[in-house]
């Protein structure tokens, strides 16, 4: 039996209302807030280590996941962080992995999507063998843009 034209079309309609069409659904914005741990580690001469105080630091952090492009960007508070990304490398309902390395720098960490924690580490190295680590323990919240 064939359906009614006027039901059909009310079909497709609430379809296409359930159906996300923007580029903002594909979109989470967070606000982060929580502790670094900086610790600084330089490489001696007879590559022995030694390891500074590590002291947390409160930290804040925009974070923006794009689904679509599978990117973390705004994770760190560095200089560059505003355009640097890295990939998402797995993903469920209940987590979102990502890391990245570039030249100097590797990060990874994880977001959990139920509790909002995020959980992070990059480090960092210089020519002269200086090694940055930085550990976040972040809470995260999603947010809207504000215009």
């Known amino acids: ?17 359930a159906t996300p069409t923007s580029a ?5 914005r967070l606000s982060c807030e929580g502790m ?3 610790t600084d580690k330089v490489t001696v001469t007879d590559n022995t280590k030694m390891e500074a105080d590590a002291k ?9 996941v794009d689904f679509t492009d599978r990117t973390v960007q705004g994770l760190f508070y560095l200089q560059s962080s505003l355009d640097y990304q890295v990939k998402v490398t797995a993903m469920n309902k ?18 959990d999507r139920v509790t909002g924690d995020m959980s992070a580490t990059s480090v960092s190295t ?3 063998g200086l090694i940055l680590l930085k550990t976040y323990a972040l809470k995260c919240r999603p947010v809207q843009r504000m215009f």
């Open 56 to 64: 947390p630091e409160p930290v804040i952090a925009n974070v923006i």
């Open 126 to 128: 210089e020519p002269e």
């Open 36 to 38: 670094v741990t900086v």
């Open 1 to 17: 039996m064939a359906m009614p034209m006027k039901k059909l079309i009310i079909v497709i309609a609430v379809a296409l209302q």
């Open 94 to 111: 209940a987590t979102v992995t990502f890391g990245g390395i570039s030249d100097s720098k590797a990060i990874s960490g994880k977001i």
């Open 24 to 28: 903002a659904d594909a979109t989470l």
